[in-house]
């Protein structure tokens, strides 16, 4: 079951963070933002964004999660991350007049991710769950808002690998055909259970996949589940 979408332009605006997003934009890195379109905050989401969120403080990123119902309840580790900021509003409203800058990390656009785009464009959008499987056209609804799209090559990834791998592209300048990837792998939980993931991954330098903390033992834990009801 697919549920139902967040629509910001019927939500009624009460921001998280005053800062105006140009000025939060000054003397950092790159902006990542997840314009989240489900009304709720699964438990992989959770980690995904955690991962996000302590990748782009390390890498002085900023990370914005917008889009969010009024309800919404940001957990409080993730509220704690210097570098991230939870908003009410749309990308559309939080980069008014900007909309060049921002690019859209889209499975359909014509050209594929490059580290040029690093000039570019100032801030990424991506479109919440990228990791369905099979996929769904979650970026369809962004889309449809005029934003410039770039490829991040043929393979399914979880959101944070899309985020992780933009800024290796765009921040790190490593194109993305040399970003080492990890493709399909087989999590070994004992002896006698494992799993083999539909996503690709970035592989670590112990040549793991790279995972937010706690992934592994969330997808033990719900083997019995599908991918997709984790979220």
Avoid at 96 to 119: T, W, Y
Avoid at 158 to 177: E, S
Wanted: hydrophobic content about 35%; charged content about 25%.
């Amino acid at each position: 079951m697919i549920p139902t979408k967040t629509d910001c332009s019927q939500i009624t605006i009460h921001q998280f963070n005053h800062i105006p997003i140009h000025a939060q934009m000054a003397s950092t890195g790159k902006t990542f933002i997840v314009e989240h379109l489900d009304p709720e905050l699964g438990p992989w989401s959770e980690l995904e964004y955690l991962a996000i969120a302590a990748e782009s403080e390390e890498t002085k990123a900023k990370f914005i999660l917008s889009c969010l119902p009024p309800n919404f309840q940001v957990p409080p580790e993730l509220a704690a991350s210097k570098a991230f900021t939870a908003e009410h509003r749309g990308v559309e409203e939080l980069y008014a007049g900007q909309k060049s800058r921002v690019c859209l990390l889209d499975p359909a656009a014509a050209k594929d991710l490059a580290p040029e785009d690093g000039e570019t464009f100032d801030a990424f959008l991506f479109g919440g769950i990228l990791g369905d499987d099979p996929p769904r056209d979650r970026t369809s609804e962004l889309r449809k808002k005029g934003f410039e799209g770039r490829r991040l090559g043929p393979k399914q990834m979880t959101t944070d690998t899309a985020v992780r791998v933009t800024r290796m592209v765009v921040q790190d300048k490593i194109p993305l055909d040399q970003v080492p990837y990890l493709d399909f792998p087989e999590l070994k939980f004992n002896e006698h259970e494992s799993t083999q993931m539909p996503f690709r991954y970035v592989s670590g330098a112990d040549g793991k996949p790279i995972m937010p903390k706690g992934m592994v033992e969330l997808i033990q834990k719900d083997a019995d589940k599908s991918v997709d009801d984790l979220f």
